[in-house]
T-cell receptor
């Protein structure tokens, strides 16, 4: 199946710093990528839809200035957590849609962010 | 609005036995997709099986089958011949055409006992 790679897998940062997480589709072009956030023992919550070449569409309640999303190419989307605080600590997962396969989304390995 | 419900927070099954994980959904869209994903402790989401709303037959993928009952709006996952490696969180998800956004259920943690 299609491969989506996410980097870094783990990141620890100090409060107030910004952290960038990359999501790459390795063997297909993804016009649309999705960013999810998952708290421990909870489900995945969609944060935003990332569209190549245009602004991301954020879900209700997600601060777009806090979570900057850039989808500069058909194989790369980035999520930047700006001025991170401990409450931003979470597991962030990206996914990408492979248009030739009916409906299926492929997920990255996830990035665990810990803000001290 | 769309909604996915998984009512079983946790399940136990004996190795080599079958287990059914429940999933019900609600949507007003006539066209939608239903998915099951497995999330082991490492965190990655592993696609298991897909069922389209217009598919006449229940989807099957190896030991996984999806018991799709459209009138009851249920899409239960059946795992046959459970293996120790099946122990994980299982999420049911639904997508709508056009947006391709998925919404996820709260998940069911499955533990396979030796």
């Amino acid at each position: 199946g299609a491969v989506v790679s996410q980097h870094p897998s783990w990141v620890i940062c100090k409060s107030g710093t910004s952290v960038k997480i990359e999501c790459r589709s390795l063997d297909f072009q993804a016009t649309t990528m999705f960013w999810y956030r998952q708290f421990p023992k909870q489900s995945l919550m969609l944060m935003a839809t990332s569209n190549e070449g245009s602004k991301a569409t954020y879900e209700q309640g997600v601060e777009k200035d806090k979570f900057l999303i850039n989808h500069a190419s058909l194989t790369l989307s980035t999520l930047t957590v700006t001025s991170a605080h401990p409450e931003d600590s979470s597991f962030y997962i990206c996914s990408a849609r492979e248009s030739s396969l009916v409906g299926e989304l492929f997920f990255g390995e996830g990035s665990r962010l810990t803000v001290l | 609005a769309q909604k996915i419900t998984q009512t079983q927070p946790g399940m136990f099954v004996q190795e080599k036995e079958a287990v059914t994980l429940d999933c019900t959904y609600d949507t007003s869209d006539p066209s939608y997709g239903l998915f099951w994903y497995k999330q082991p402790s490492s965190g990655e989401m592993i696609f298991l099986i897909y069922q389209g709303s217009y598919d006449q037959q229940n989807a099957t993928e190896g030991r996984y089958s999806l018991n799709f009952q459209k009138a009851r709006k249920s899409a239960n996952l059946v795992i046959s011949a459970s293996q120790l490696g099946d122990s994980a969180m299982y999420f049911c998800a639904m997508s709508s055409p056009g947006t391709y956004k998925y919404i996820f259920g709260t998940g069911t943690r499955l533990k396979v006992l030796a």
